[in-house]
């Protein structure tokens, strides 16, 4: 991932400006057999760079009227940020980029002494440059330009070759943490799975709710996604607790069949053809094999869907996140008929905005075989 | 100890001028007996926390006319009853506390001696001054209720079955260790004061200048710290030392209202980062052209609340919109609430998460992989009351609907608190002033400049320094006003 001309100035750390080719996917290439090195967040970056705060302010001028000549023009054409977000969004790159952001944030920094005052940045002002015009101009999410996500109470490193986790599967940890902490409190030390980790967050977020003998595997087929969950877990110290495997869905864990008491996965789900037309962020900078889940976007739903009834062990449980109500009643569908009598208690959740997200449930135990129609319809 | 608090009241009667300079001065710095000795026009440049420089003076040998013993309330107590033997005991035995020779607090302030200069070192003026700070600060914790107050909680302590419920039994001991706490820190004040007069005569009977001298110089130091109890008093409410909201919603009349809102706000956040309170944007929703529909702000530090709580009301702005191509005047309104932040966790209306609806706001299309946005923004509603909160201005959905949370639990607990007021009638009056609805306060920057305080009359003529948050003397003057008022009610 290293392809950016090296600056003496960023010493130890990679450009933050590296040009990985936004329209690639992250495909294996013979590189891959090297570990690729993941990015260090902005935030977390020295700030080794000074710059004069009236200075800084031209730049935070030059960046807000940028956002502003956007109006609401992205809106229209594929439902992406407005003005007052990209604002918003600006607000936190100087937050990132600041080690003291004060000044630029508070209303009471209008005070014409401090404009001499040395500020201390943690990328070049040339690069903020760069980087917020890439923002506005190629659609560049902003999690990339900042190298983070803030999800849940963590805030993952994210980079090109890596889906940026969303809002949505947040839900995923609460309802684990709700059954873990609830009526199925054996789960707790048990060993979980996260197919697909991505940047490993909900590896780690169910690592955190997990007991002291509590496991999780995570797997991703991108070497990149790898690089990046191992660099997050070791940011939560959680090695111990989370190993990152590169392989696609089940095969890293054929030692563990049977094993499992937990599944979960936020896995490619868009429909092939629909992918161009996704909002110009997603389409154009995420990698296309986090997101494309074959014809009807189900391919690899029920791929895990059928490796859920092996691996899982009686009662364990398993939680998907889909593309909605289409492929939540098609998967439940697909459970009552194709792989029947193998789970229970199967239920559709709904996200925050109302729109059917999640099918969670649970392996049968051989004891409830026979009263599968009845749990099955719950 | 009601025949006490009898005597007490009936030299106030006796004593109109007295009276009257408590309700004038409504920073009531001191209420100075020997004031109105001057022409009106001096009185108005009475400044909170200026001291009394310009009226010493002015004022030298009025005090003359009082005699020590021409009144002493408490004259059968002398000597029985002196500094060092006084004590709280369990059931507040209120005794009177007086000097050796039986004057007392009250019958220092009846003397009238001048107020003079700080720098006069003459000790009846010290200790003038200070017998006045002692009868503000005494009415500003509302004295009489208090100790009405801490013997119903003493009453109540003494029970065996107290801790039975051990919630309840900790808000009580609570309270009681407070209000212990408050009364005590000033009968430790008043006894300082009488300690150090006696030490005086004593002194002057002996001749030891150097023991006269110190303890002129203690009283000196006591009346500057009085300054600064008076200040504490104001605040002495029982959430006033909270971290706080302040929500901030633009009336109508559309871009101009919503341009005031964002002024209003402005101010506010101004006037917190002065104070060095930190200062959080929870909620906004800003207007389509400019300024915000509304906004909500966390205000973090000490007695945030406490000072805030002034503000709560209908500001009005009037001024030559910048919006209005005519160049008309307009008038703009904007409705301020604070909502305390309890700090003890116990005190937490309990809420059921069953009873939650948690949505996404303003989320559309298909969302998930579809979409990847920054906006997470999230709206929590009570479903039994209705009360919502909403929080866009976190980096993860799961801390706005942290911030959500927080918010919807301080509208609860203050719902709570305005349901319990209502069944105990002695909280009532505070809380009715926390309430939307009444104007409080006119903004005008056309075609003169103004801002006037409508609760209190208070007025400057820089609207522009007011807006960028110099606030304190506003929230001072109505914090003073609202618990000097009363004369009888203390």
Same mark, same amino acid.
């Given at each position: 991932?290293?392809?950016?001309?090296?600056?003496?100035?960023?010493?130890?750390?990679?450009?933050?400006?590296?040009?990985?080719?936004?329209?690639?996917?992250?495909?294996?290439?013979?590189?891959?057999?090297?570990?690729?090195?993941?990015?260090?967040?902005?935030?977390?970056?020295?700030?080794?760079?000074?710059?004069?705060?009236?200075?800084?302010?031209?730049?935070?001028?030059?960046?807000?009227?940028?956002?502003?000549?956007?109006?609401?023009?992205?809106?229209?054409?594929?439902?992406?940020?407005?003005?007052?977000?990209?604002?918003?969004?600006?607000?936190?790159?100087?937050?990132?980029?600041?080690?003291?952001?004060?000044?630029?944030?508070?209303?009471?920094?209008?005070?014409?002494?401090?404009?001499?005052?040395?500020?201390?940045?943690?990328?070049?002002?040339?690069?903020?440059?760069?980087?917020?015009?890439?923002?506005?101009?190629?659609?560049?999410?902003?999690?990339?330009?900042?190298?983070?996500?803030?999800?849940?109470?963590?805030?993952?490193?994210?980079?090109?070759?890596?889906?940026?986790?969303?809002?949505?599967?947040?839900?995923?940890?609460?309802?684990?943490?709700?059954?873990?902490?609830?009526?199925?409190?054996?789960?707790?030390?048990?060993?979980?799975?996260?197919?697909?980790?991505?940047?490993?967050?909900?590896?780690?977020?169910?690592?955190?709710?997990?007991?002291?003998?509590?496991?999780?595997?995570?797997?991703?087929?991108?070497?990149?996604?790898?690089?990046?969950?191992?660099?997050?877990?070791?940011?939560?110290?959680?090695?111990?607790?989370?190993?990152?495997?590169?392989?696609?869905?089940?095969?890293?864990?054929?030692?563990?069949?049977?094993?499992?008491?937990?599944?979960?996965?936020?896995?490619?789900?868009?429909?092939?053809?629909?992918?161009?037309?996704?909002?110009?962020?997603?389409?154009?900078?995420?990698?296309?094999?986090?997101?494309?889940?074959?014809?009807?976007?189900?391919?690899?739903?029920?791929?895990?869907?059928?490796?859920?009834?092996?691996?899982?062990?009686?009662?364990?449980?398993?939680?998907?996140?889909?593309?909605?109500?289409?492929?939540?009643?098609?998967?439940?569908?697909?459970?009552?008929?194709?792989?029947?009598?193998?789970?229970?208690?199967?239920?559709?959740?709904?996200?925050?905005?109302?729109?059917?997200?999640?099918?969670?449930?649970?392996?049968?135990?051989?004891?409830?075989?026979?009263?599968?129609?009845?749990?099955?319809?719950? | 100890?009601?025949?006490?608090?009898?005597?007490?009241?009936?030299?106030?009667?006796?004593?109109?001028?007295?009276?009257?300079?408590?309700?004038?001065?409504?920073?009531?710095?001191?209420?100075?007996?020997?004031?109105?000795?001057?022409?009106?026009?001096?009185?108005?440049?009475?400044?909170?926390?200026?001291?009394?420089?310009?009226?010493?003076?002015?004022?030298?040998?009025?005090?003359?006319?009082?005699?020590?013993?021409?009144?002493?309330?408490?004259?059968?107590?002398?000597?029985?009853?002196?500094?060092?033997?006084?004590?709280?005991?369990?059931?507040?035995?209120?005794?009177?506390?007086?000097?050796?020779?039986?004057?007392?607090?009250?019958?220092?302030?009846?003397?009238?001696?001048?107020?003079?200069?700080?720098?006069?070192?003459?000790?009846?003026?010290? +200790? #003038?001054? &200070?017998?006045?700070?002692?009868?503000?600060?005494?009415? %500003?914790?509302?004295?009489?209720?208090? =100790? /009405?107050?801490?013997?119903?909680?003493?009453?109540?302590?003494?029970?065996?079955?107290?801790?039975?419920?051990?919630?309840?039994?900790?808000?009580?001991?609570?309270?009681?260790?407070?209000?212990?706490?408050?009364?005590?820190?000033?009968?430790?004040?008043?006894?300082?004061?009488?300690?150090?007069?006696?030490?005086?005569?004593?002194?002057?009977?002996?001749?030891?200048?150097?023991?006269?001298?110190?303890?002129?110089?203690?009283?000196?130091?006591?009346?500057?710290?009085?300054?600064?109890?008076?200040?504490?008093?104001?605040?002495?409410?029982?959430?006033?030392?909270?971290?706080?909201?302040?929500?901030?919603?633009?009336?109508?009349?559309?871009?101009?209202?919503?341009?005031? +809102? #964002?002024? &209003?706000?402005?101010?506010?956040?101004?006037?917190?980062? %002065?104070?060095?309170?930190?200062?959080? =944007? /929870?909620?906004?929703?800003?207007?389509?052209?400019a300024g915000i529909k509304r906004a909500t702000i966390k205000v973090d530090g000490e007695y945030a609340f406490g000072y805030a709580k002034a503000e709560v009301g209908v500001h009005r702005l009037v001024r030559i919109s910048p919006f209005d191509s005519a160049k008309r005047r307009h008038t703009s309104f904007a409705a301020v609430a604070v909502i305390p932040i309890l700090g003890d966790t116990s005190t937490h209306v309990q809420i059921n998460e069953s009873d939650l609806r948690i949505e996404r706001f303003r989320a559309g299309g298909p969302g998930g992989q579809?979409?990847?946005?920054?906006?997470?923004?999230?709206?929590?509603?009570?479903?039994?009351?209705?009360?919502?909160?909403?929080?866009?201005?976190?980096? #993860?959905?799961?801390?706005?609907?942290?911030?959500?949370?927080?918010?919807?639990?301080?509208?609860?607990?203050?719902?709570?608190?305005?349901?319990?007021?209502?069944?105990?009638?002695?909280?009532?009056?505070?809380?009715?002033?926390?309430?939307?609805?009444?104007?409080?306060?006119?903004?005008?920057?056309?075609?003169?400049?103004?801002?006037?305080?409508?609760?209190?009359?208070?007025?400057?003529?820089?609207?522009?320094?007011?807006?960028?948050?110099?606030?304190?003397?506003?929230?001072?003057?109505?914090?003073?006003?609202?618990?000097?008022?009363?004369?009888?009610?203390?």
């Amino acid at each position: 991932m290293r392809l950016g001309f090296p600056r003496p100035s960023l010493s130890t750390f990679s450009p933050i400006l590296f040009h990985a080719n936004p329209g690639r996917p992250n495909t294996c290439s013979s590189k891959c057999l090297i570990q690729p090195k993941p990015q260090t967040p902005l935030f977390l970056r020295p700030p080794t760079h000074s710059v004069t705060l009236s200075e800084l302010r031209k730049w935070q001028n030059w960046a807000k009227t940028l956002a502003s000549s956007v109006g609401s023009n992205f809106i229209d054409a594929d439902n992406s940020p407005d003005t007052i977000l990209l604002h918003r969004e600006l607000n936190w790159l100087i937050e990132d980029a600041l080690e003291n952001p004060k000044p630029l944030l508070t209303q009471l920094g209008t005070d014409c002494n401090d404009e001499g005052m040395v500020m201390n940045l943690r990328a070049e002002l040339g690069d903020l440059y760069e980087l917020w015009k890439r923002r506005i101009e190629e659609r560049r999410p902003f999690q990339y330009v900042v190298g983070c996500e803030h999800w849940r109470d963590l805030v993952l490193s994210v980079e090109e070759g890596v889906l940026i986790p969303r809002p949505e599967t947040e839900l995923i940890v609460d309802l684990v943490t709700d059954l873990v902490k609830g009526d199925h409190g054996e789960l707790r030390e048990g060993l979980w799975a996260d197919l697909g980790t991505g940047s490993g967050a909900l590896a780690i977020g169910i690592g955190r709710v997990l007991g002291t003998c509590g496991r999780v595997i995570a797997t991703d087929l991108s070497p990149v996604a790898v690089a990046v969950a191992a660099y997050n877990v070791q940011r939560y110290n959680l090695q111990n607790k989370i190993e990152i495997k590169l392989g696609s869905w089940f095969e890293p864990l054929k030692d563990v069949k049977g094993q499992l008491v937990g599944l979960v996965s936020n896995p490619p789900y868009i429909p092939s053809d629909h992918i161009s037309g996704l909002q110009a962020e997603v389409a154009k900078h995420e990698p296309r094999l986090a997101l494309d889940g074959g014809a009807d976007g189900m391919d690899d739903l029920l791929h895990l869907c059928h490796g859920a009834t092996s691996m899982l062990k009686p009662g364990g449980f398993f939680a998907f996140e889909t593309n909605g109500e289409k492929q939540c009643k098609s998967l439940v569908h697909y459970m009552q008929n194709e792989s029947k009598g193998s789970f229970c208690d199967v239920s559709i959740v709904s996200d925050f905005a109302g729109k059917q997200r999640f099918v969670t449930g649970f392996k049968a135990r051989p004891f409830v075989n026979n009263l599968h129609t009845s749990c099955i319809s719950s | 100890m009601s025949s006490l608090l009898l005597k007490r009241s009936s030299l106030l009667s006796q004593n109109p001028s007295l009276r009257r300079h408590f309700v004038t001065y409504l920073f009531a710095s001191l209420s100075q007996p020997q004031s109105h000795h001057l022409p009106p026009s001096n009185r108005e440049l009475t400044v909170p926390g200026s001291g009394y420089g310009f009226l010493g003076k002015n004022n030298n040998g009025s005090s003359l006319i009082s005699s020590e013993t021409s009144i002493c309330l408490s004259g059968s107590f002398s000597g029985l009853i002196n500094s060092t033997n006084f004590r709280f005991f369990g059931s507040l035995a209120a005794v009177e506390p007086s000097t050796s020779d039986g004057l007392t607090v009250d019958g220092i302030i009846a003397h009238q001696w001048a107020i003079l200069d700080e720098s006069e070192g003459d000790w009846k003026s010290h +200790a #003038s001054a &200070i017998a006045q700070s002692i009868h503000l600060i005494k009415k %500003r914790l509302q004295w009489k209720k208090l =100790i /009405v107050r801490l013997e119903l909680l003493s009453l109540q302590i003494d029970k065996p079955d107290l801790w039975d419920d051990p919630v309840r039994a900790g808000k009580i001991s609570r309270e009681h260790g407070s209000l212990m706490g408050k009364m005590k820190e000033v009968k430790a004040f008043e006894q300082e004061l009488l300690e150090h007069i006696d030490m005086i005569k004593l002194a002057r009977a002996e001749n030891d200048a150097d023991l006269e001298s110190e303890s002129v110089k203690a009283l000196f130091e006591m009346r500057r710290s009085a300054k600064e109890k008076e200040l504490d008093a104001l605040l002495a409410g029982e959430h006033d030392s909270c971290s706080c909201f302040i929500e901030v919603q633009a009336g109508a009349g559309g871009t101009e209202s919503m341009d005031w +809102a #964002s002024m &209003i706000m402005k101010m506010y956040k101004m006037w917190a980062q %002065r104070h060095g309170y930190g200062v959080t =944007i /929870v909620d906004e929703m800003p207007g389509e052209m400019a300024g915000i529909k509304r906004a909500t702000i966390k205000v973090d530090g000490e007695y945030a609340f406490g000072y805030a709580k002034a503000e709560v009301g209908v500001h009005r702005l009037v001024r030559i919109s910048p919006f209005d191509s005519a160049k008309r005047r307009h008038t703009s309104f904007a409705a301020v609430a604070v909502i305390p932040i309890l700090g003890d966790t116990s005190t937490h209306v309990q809420i059921n998460e069953s009873d939650l609806r948690i949505e996404r706001f303003r989320a559309g299309g298909p969302g998930g992989q579809h979409a990847n946005t920054t906006e997470s923004a999230v709206r929590i509603t009570h479903i039994p009351t209705g009360i919502t909160a909403t929080c866009q201005n976190e980096r #993860s959905q799961h801390q706005n609907k942290a911030s959500a949370m927080a918010v919807l639990q301080a509208r609860l607990d203050q719902l709570e608190m305005a349901r319990q007021a209502q069944m105990n009638a002695e909280h009532t009056q505070s809380l009715t002033e926390i309430s939307w609805g009444n104007q409080i306060r006119t903004y005008v920057l056309h075609p003169y400049r103004m801002v006037k305080d409508l609760r209190t009359n208070y007025e400057v003529s820089d609207p522009d320094s007011v807006l960028e948050g110099d606030i304190d003397s506003f929230v001072l003057t109505y914090l003073s006003a609202s618990l000097d008022k009363d004369e009888h009610d203390w």
